[in-house]
Structures are given as C-alpha cells and as structure tokens.
C-alpha cells in the first residue's frame, strides 16, 4: 500500500463522511425491512403502532435503502476515486463534509415524515416537498463540487468512472426534481394517468440513471486497480456508456404494461428493455475480460470481491428484468413478489454489494490502515451473499405460486396460506442480511476511528 | 471519441431532453382526459378518506387497477384511463398484497368494512392486512366512506342495493328469530330451496369442511357456530346463531344458495369466488352436522347415483 502513505487526515474526509453515512443507514433500512417483513408473518405482532405498521415500514425501507445505504455508499467511493483520478484534490472537502452532514438531516427528516403520514403516496417519489428540496440541494452540492474537481484536474483524459458518475448526479438531479412534480408542493403528483407515465419514467430512472451508473462507475474504477490490469477495450467502454443513457431513459412505462397508458410508450418500452442487452452485456464482457486469468486478485481484495459479485447480479437483474418486460412474462410475474425478488436482486445484489465493495475498497486507503476486521468484512460478505440468494429464490418462488394462481382465477386470500411459509423463510434470511449490516457498521466506524492497526 | 466534459454533459443533457419530451411530455400534451361513463367527483368527505389511504400506505398492498386477465374481486370491470380522470396522485399500485379495489365501493356493507378494518382477521380470519383500530373510529368511517365509493356510479349502485337490503334484513332481524329464519329462507329461489346436499356426510368431508370454516367463518359464527365471533360487536344484523336452525326446514340447498351468494345488506359476505362448488357443501354439512345438528346430506331426491360414492 504504498500509495497510502501520504494519507493526510484531512484528505478524503468527505469520504469517510459517506462511509460512515451508509453503513449506518445500511442497518436502519434493513431494520425497517425486517419489520415490514415481520408484519406480513404476523400481523398483529406490532398491532396499534401507528408509525411503523407496514404502510409506513415499506416506504421508509425503500427510501432508507436508495438514498440512505446505496446511493451515499457508492459516493463514497467517487469522493475518493474522482480526485484520483484526475490527479488533484476534491474541489472542496468542506463542502463535502457539509453535503454528508446535510444528508444526515435530510434521511431523519424523510423517515419522520413518512413515518407521521406526510407522504405524497407515490413509489419512489413520497417524500414530501420539503425533503424533495433538499435532496434537490444535496445533488446539486454533489453536482458542484465534482464539476469544479473537473475543473481543476491535472489529468486531461477522463477516466470512464467519471464519466459515468458525473452523468449520474447531473441526469438524477433533474429527473428527481421533474419526477417528484416538484412544481406542485402540495401534492406533488400529476392527474390521472399522466402521473404515473411520468411516475414511473422518474422510478425507473432511479435504477438506470442513478444506481446504475454509479455502481458501474465503482467497477470501472476497482476491479482494472484490483487486478492491476488496464481495462479491456476503450470503444467498449464508450458504447456501454452511451447506449446506456440512449436506452435506460425510454423503459420507464414497461411498470405499466397492463394499464391503459398509450401503445407507443409499452412498444418502445418493451423493444428498449430487450436492447437493454447492449449496455449491460457491453460493460460485462469489458469489464469481465479485464479479470480475465486473474481472479485470484479478486478473491484476494475484499473490496474488489464485494464489486465483482455486485457484477454477475449485474448480469441476473438485467436478464431477469429483460424477460420480465415482455408482456407474455410480465402477466405472470406482475403484481407480486417476483417483482420484489427482482428489486432485491438489483438493489442489493447489484448496486449494493458494488457500494459495500466501494466502501471496503477505498477504507484503507482513505484512512492509510488495513481494514479494522478483513475476518469481518469477509463474514459481512457471506452473510450478505447467502441472504440475497436465498431472496432471489424464495421470492421468486412465491412470486410464480401467486402469478399462477391468480392467472388460474384462485383469488388472493386463498393464496396468502400457501405462501406464509415462505414469507417465514425471507425474514429468516433477512435475519441474515440483517446480522450483515450491523457487522458492516461496526468494522466501518472501528475501521474509521477506531482501528489500532499499523499504518501501513 | 474524446469524452471531455463538454461533450459529456452536453451529450447527456441532450439524449435526457430528448428522451423527456417523447415519452412524458408528448403523451402529456395529448392525455385524453375524457371521464369514462363510471366517473362521477368524489365528495368530500370521500376526498378526505382518499388521505387516509394515501397517509396509511394503503397503496403498497392494494392495487386499484383492473387488467384483462384477473379474475378477483373488481374484474368484472377492466380499468379504462377515463376512470382515473379525477386522480392526483394516481394509485394504481405495484403490489397485490391485498386485494384490487378498484371496484370495492358496495362489495360488503359499512359493518363488515368497519369490523375488517377494527382487526382483518375479525372477518377474514388468514388476513395479513394489518390492524387499523388505532385510527379510531372518526377515521375508519372516514376511511370506509371512501372505500365505498371505489367503482364510482357502479360503486353508487352497489351501494344503494347495500342500504335496501340493510333496512329489510334489520327489519327481519328485529322481529325475532322465528321469522329472520323465515324471511332468510324465502329470500332462496324456490328451486334450491328443495335440493338436499347432494354430498354424503363422510369425516374427509366433515375435516376439509372444517378448514374451512375456520379459514372463512370463523371470525363472524364463532368457534362453535353460534354468531359469537369476534366481530359480532360490530356486526348488525349480528352473524347468523347456526343452532337457532334446527327444525326450521333449512336444506342444504338453503344453506349453500346462502353461502355462494352472499346476503346483501348483511356482512355475510359471497364465497363464489372463493370456493368451488364441493367446497361449499362441504362447509354448508360441516355446519349442519355441527352446528345445527341435522343434516340433509345424501338425502332423497338424489337423482343417479355419483359415479364416486362408495
Ligand atoms: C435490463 C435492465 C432491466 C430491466 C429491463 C428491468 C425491468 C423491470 C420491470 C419490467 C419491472 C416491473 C415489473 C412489474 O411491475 O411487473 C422492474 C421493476 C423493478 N426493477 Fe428492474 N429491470 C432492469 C434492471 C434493474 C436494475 C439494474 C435494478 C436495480 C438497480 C432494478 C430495480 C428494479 C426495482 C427496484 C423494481 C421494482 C419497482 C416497483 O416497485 O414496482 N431493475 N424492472
Ligand atoms: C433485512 C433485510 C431485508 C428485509 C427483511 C427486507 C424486506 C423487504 C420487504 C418486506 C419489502 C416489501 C415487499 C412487499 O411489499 O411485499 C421490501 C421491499 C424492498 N426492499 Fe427490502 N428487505 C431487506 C433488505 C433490503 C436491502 C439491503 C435492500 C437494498 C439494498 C432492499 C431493497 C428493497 C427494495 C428496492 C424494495 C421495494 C420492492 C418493490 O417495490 O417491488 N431491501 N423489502
């Protein structure tokens, strides 16, 4: 670790901001996971708590996990790779630190009004105005401080990970806004069937123009240095990228095949959710050739295991979601917990382990120490790896009982029976996760501030 | 290709505006917003139940959106955009937890609703909706008021035949049991009233009508059949006391015709969509065996012999 030695304590302090930040959140959202999963065993376990039955535990989780876990995780990992990079330092550290500390206000503020009822009842786009704003204010803080590290660079050529990360925050910064309505505080909704058109072209654009971008971003940067080799082919890179902001923005109508929205937009869904193949198997083979004969390095880094697992759910997720956009599937798969398995498989399988790899990655070089616990960071990956497996297949067999039943005319009460055992089995593997997550924050916050370890 | 910032940010700027006016603001600027022949305004007091559901995420489980190919409870209707006209936000929803209630306004009258929403298992004893007795009851009215009026003009119509037959069903109920027995059982077409349970009373019979009973019933008749259930509180006219029966000429017919259709007005709910046919006389015997204590079952007239019986 050579490169480390120079680590001045004041370098990467937005960095260790969002470790600390996502770790943390980490545990929180899959807290409130476990309790919405709790309540579908048992629900009157909880009964008569207002704040937490499942209509407020599902948001606050899904909102916890984006904009508390994933998305500070993997910009982490830009804070420290995009200065790198460009062979300078972060714009400002100040503030960086100042955007982590105001995303530490904002994530409260979410699940306190979600948690009172001020929601404005759309997926993916609750939070109330208020929070709207500032989440606004925290991308553009982003959004600035990353262009002016541009700016400044001392490295002419841009690397492919900042491409991908500086489209991220610009492209989210404005499709957050326009999809959150947020013209409208009251209501931030549109009428009719125009908001969930532009609902859903915002909630999809979560996973492809936020999620991931940055995940991909982290790849680019941590598996060619893990594996000391240059990246496989630079045209390669340049279609994946492109292809991907041309394709991923059109499939946000294929959430609303089975409703009366305009033809055209379920076509051009559904012809660019299959051509989603290009970007994704594009970005693989460049990024999979560049392992090529040299997984042993993988195995060796933790960091670089945690982003090359996030890179085969990569690849499940996107087959999985290509499939699931053809109406033939989607009659089946529609409406239940196939779609969860789906959503767990892409954002914790794929974006998430890619931003834990980030984290794990960059944590001894932001703190010029080895990592607090490798044995830690090792058991968190297992746990984690067992509980999304064990996810993508219990829900996607609870998913095919309830699509083929319902297609049979059973209806959805004489359903529920039959899939209680296997809601049993998702807490028991969320219980996993969820041991995972708390791991995570310890061997983060010990690694961080609390590690007596050499300095290497 | 050189990618410096520029052409970054200005490529991406670019495909982003493009990519926005094709597929939200040119589908925006030619909605159709036409009402379809169901729409009607919601009042207010329905309005103000539409912010409970949307406070209470009620939306995470429930569906309000009708495809071609459902069968459950709304599916005579397929959803049209001109249903959804006076919407804002939408709630079509991406999960069916629960139920689609698109159509739910006058499916079951206020009580049932109320004594579902006080505990779901009060009425569906394997629901996992949770509980939402601490709105208090100000607001699970409110609440309801809402839910009936899901459907819109075919919600109204529902509705209207739920408050008839409310008042009939009460004015029965009121006069004493001797003649609500009576009164439930002319309201049966004639034919039915004269078939026996075509099915023998075996104890496989008797066990899977069992489980059901507990599956479906229980909640309402009570553990031993006699209307005491947990939801009786909230239930009026109150769950049927099955033992009130004996004697009173119920048939099988009487009691499956009861159980397949439902009684409008009453919270007793329609199972045709929940139970095939054998299920339903196997319940109807379980509750005459057990329940009443005099069963019909395999009784003449019983036409050919049933290739199956032993
Ligand atoms: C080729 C790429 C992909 C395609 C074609 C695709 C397709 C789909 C489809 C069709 C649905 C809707 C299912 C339904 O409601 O019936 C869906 C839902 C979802 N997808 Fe994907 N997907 C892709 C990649 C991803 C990735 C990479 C992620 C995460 C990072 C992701 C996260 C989700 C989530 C969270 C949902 C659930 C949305 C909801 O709440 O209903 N998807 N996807
Ligand atoms: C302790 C572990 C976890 C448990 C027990 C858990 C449980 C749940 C439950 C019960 C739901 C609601 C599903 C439904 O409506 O039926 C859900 C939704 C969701 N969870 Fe988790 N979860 C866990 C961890 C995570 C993590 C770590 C992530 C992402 C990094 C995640 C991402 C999501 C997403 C995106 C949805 C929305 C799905 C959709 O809209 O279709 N979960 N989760």
């Not at chain 1, 009004?113 to 786009?125: D, F, H, P």
């Not at chain 1, 394709?247 to 946000?252: A, F, L």
């Not at chain 1, 982003?307 to 089946?332: A, C, D, E, H, K």
């Not at chain 1, 968190?380 to 005319?409: E, P, R, S």
């Amino acid at each position: 670790m050579a490169l480390s030695a120079s680590v001045n304590p004041e370098r990467y302090r937005t960095a260790r901001a969002f470790c600390l930040t996502s770790a943390v959140w980490f545990g929180a959202a899959a807290s409130f996971g476990m309790i919405g999963a709790g309540y579908l065993i048992a629900p009157d376990f909880m009964a008569n708590i207002g704040f937490i039955h499942f209509g407020k535990t599902r948001p606050v989780h899904v909102n916890l996990v984006l904009f508390g876990f994933v998305t500070p995780g993997l910009l982490a990992a830009a804070f420290y790779y995009v200065p790198r990079l460009l062979r300078t330092d972060l714009y400002s550290e100040k503030l960086g630190v100042f955007t982590a500390v105001l995303w530490n206000i904002t994530l409260p503020a979410a699940v306190i009004s979600l948690g009172m009822g001020y929601t404005q009842g759309r997926e993916y786009a609750e939070l109330p105005w208020l929070v709207d704003i500032l989440i606004a204010i925290l991308f553009a803080l982003v959004v600035f401080n990353i262009i002016m590290t541009i700016r400044q660079r001392r490295e002419k050529i841009l690397y492919v990970s900042v491409w991908y990360v500086s489209a991220a925050v610009v492209l989210t910064g404005l499709t957050y806004s326009l999809g959150n309505v947020i013209w409208q505080p009251s209501t931030g909704a549109l009428l009719g069937i125009p908001d969930a058109i532009l609902l859903w072209f915002y909630g999809h654009n979560v996973f492809g123009l936020l999620l991931t971008p940055m995940g991909l971003a982290v790849a680019y940067y941590v598996i060619p240095r893990a594996t000391r080799s240059p990246l496989y082919s630079h045209t390669l890179s340049l279609i994946g990228f492109w292809s991907l902001i041309v394709v991923y923005t059109h499939i946000g109508t294929h959430h609303l095949l089975q409703v009366p929205v305009p033809t055209y937009l379920k076509t051009i869904a559904i012809v660019d959710s299959v051509a989603m193949v290009i970007p994704v198997m594009v970005v693989l083979i460049n990024l999979w050739y560049t392992v090529k004969g040299k997984l042993g390095e993988i195995h060796a880094d933790i960091g670089a295991k945690f982003v090359f697992t996030g890179t085969i759910y990569y690849f499940f997720v996107n087959i999985q979601g290509s499939m699931m956009s053809l109406p033939i599937v989607q009659r089946v798969t529609h409406f239940n917990n196939w779609v969860v398995g789906h959503a767990h498989i892409g954002v914790l399988g794929f974006a998430g382990m890619t931003a834990l790899g980030g984290i794990y990655y960059i944590l001894p070089k932001i703190t010029g120490k080895p990592l607090y616990s490798k044995f830690l960071a090792d058991l968190q990956y297992w746990l984690i790896l067992i509980g999304i497996t064990g996810f993508a297949i219990v829900l996607t067999i609870v998913g095919l009982i309830q699509g083929q039943a319902w297609i049979n005319g059973e209806t959805i009460y004489r359903v529920l029976p039959e899939i209680h055992p296997y809601y049993v089995s998702r807490a028991m593997l969320g219980v996993i996760i969820l041991a995972g997550a708390y791991i995570g924050i310890y061997n983060v916050i010990r690694s961080l501030y609390f590690n007596s370890g050499e300095t290497s | 290709m050189r990618m410096t910032p520029v052409t970054i940010l200005v490529g991406v700027l670019a495909i982003l505006a493009a990519v926005v006016f094709v597929m939200v603001f040119w589908p925006y600027t030619h909605r159709d917003m036409t009402p379809s022949e169901i729409y009607r305004t919601r009042s207010p007091g329905e309005e103000s139940g539409r912010v409970i559901y949307i406070q209470n995420g009620c939306v995470y489980c429930h569906s309000q959106s009708i495809r071609t190919i459902d069968w459950g409870p709304g599916a005579e209707r397929i959803a049209q955009a001109g249903d959804y006209v006076g919407d804002k936000p939408i709630l079509l929803g991406s999960q069916r937890t629960g139920v689609d209630l698109s159509q739910e306004g006058g499916e079951h009258p206020d009580d049932w609703h109320i004594a579902h929403f006080i505990k779901p298992r009060y009425t569906r004893p394997n629901s996992i909706m949770p509980p939402f007795r601490w709105l208090g009851m100000q607001k699970i009215k409110t609440l309801t008021q809402y839910i009936q009026s899901l459907g819109y003009k075919q919600a109204d119509h529902r509705m209207q035949r739920q408050r008839y037959w409310k008042q009939e069903s009460i004015k029965a109920y009121e006069a004493g049991p001797e003649y609500n027995v009576k009164w439930l059982a002319e309201q049966v077409p004639a034919g039915w009233r004269n078939i026996p349970n075509p099915y023998p009373t075996t104890p496989a019979g008797m066990q899977r009508g069992r489980k059901n009973y507990q599956d479906f019933c229980i909640g309402c008749h009570g553990p031993i059949g006699d209307g005491m259930g947990p939801a009786q509180p909230w239930i009026y006219p109150p769950p049927l006391n099955f033992t009130i029966l004996k004697g009173r000429q119920i048939s099988g017919g009487i009691i499956y015709y009861q159980i397949m259709n439902g009684i409008t007005g009453t919270a007793m709910p329609y199972f045709k969509r929940e139970l095939e046919s054998q299920k339903i006389w196997e319940v109807g015997d379980y509750v005459a065996v057990f329940f009443i204590n005099q069963s019909d079952a395999n009784a003449d007239p019983r036409g050919i012999d049933a290739a199956w019986e032993p």
